[in-house]
């Protein structure tokens, strides 16, 4: 069997002759359309949206533990491998989105037929809308996906500028820091006068 395409399974009938049937689907023979393709990104983006959604709440419940905590959980998203999650958990989350609401639209019954059915852009009476709406979702998503990281890291630098800009010099946070500590111990001993005494 030189060609996929010819592979055959070999079986007997009944009355034990043998005879040749046709592997269909086959892997060699089946070739993967960007819709299914797509189908089976929905799914595993899905999937990965779940994971994404256990280092959200890993980054929530450290906030919300201590100071420690959430400096190890910033420090380990501040890694390549963090940014790479990250950056690969707002793809997921994108694409994922955008095939939801192309699933909508199909559910309401568009986007089946050709194109001149739909009365949409002609591109040749062959090609279906659904194979145009492939592309394009594709294409948003990876629009989407530089646009939300562009911003991100647009208010990170400026953010950034403003924190060194706003710094108080060390003279300043060493005048301020016995104070701090002065109200601190007032404000402890204050308390302490006023409970009850125990008994």
């Known amino acids: ?17 043998i005879i040749t049937r046709p592997l269909s689907p086959h892997l060699q023979v089946y070739r993967w359309p960007v819709s299914m393709t797509l189908s089976i990104a929905h799914r595993a983006t899905g999937i990965g949206l779940s994971v994404g959604a256990l280092l959200m709440t890993w980054w929530l ?10 400096a190890t959980v910033q420090s380990f998203l501040g ?3 963090g940014v790479f999650l990250l950056m690969g958990w707002a793809a997921a989350l994108l694409l994922h989105l955008f095939l939801g ?7 309401a019954g ?11 852009v002609r591109m040749g009476s062959g090609i279906r809308i659904y194979r145009v709406t492939d592309w394009g979702v594709i294409g948003v998503a990876v629009l989407a996906t530089l646009a939300v990281w562009i911003a991100g890291v647009r208010a990170l630098v400026s953010r950034r ?21 002065a109200l601190w ?3 402890m001993v204050g308390r302490a006068a006023a409970r009850p005494a125990p008994r």
């Open 101 to 107: 609401i192309r699933h909508l639209v199909w559910d």
């Open 161 to 181: 500028g403003d924190d060194r800009q706003a710094r108080p010099s060390a003279r300043s946070v060493a005048r301020t820091r016995p104070r701090r500590c």
């Open 1 to 17: 069997m030189k060609d996929g395409r010819y592979s055959m399974m070999v079986a007997r009938r009944s009355d034990g002759r």
């Open 185 to 187: 111990l007032q404000s």
């Open 110 to 120: 568009w986007g089946f037929g050709t194109l001149a059915q739909q009365e949409a």
């Open 61 to 70: 419940v450290a906030a919300a533990a201590s100071d420690d905590a959430f």
């Open 79 to 81: 890694s390549g491998f």
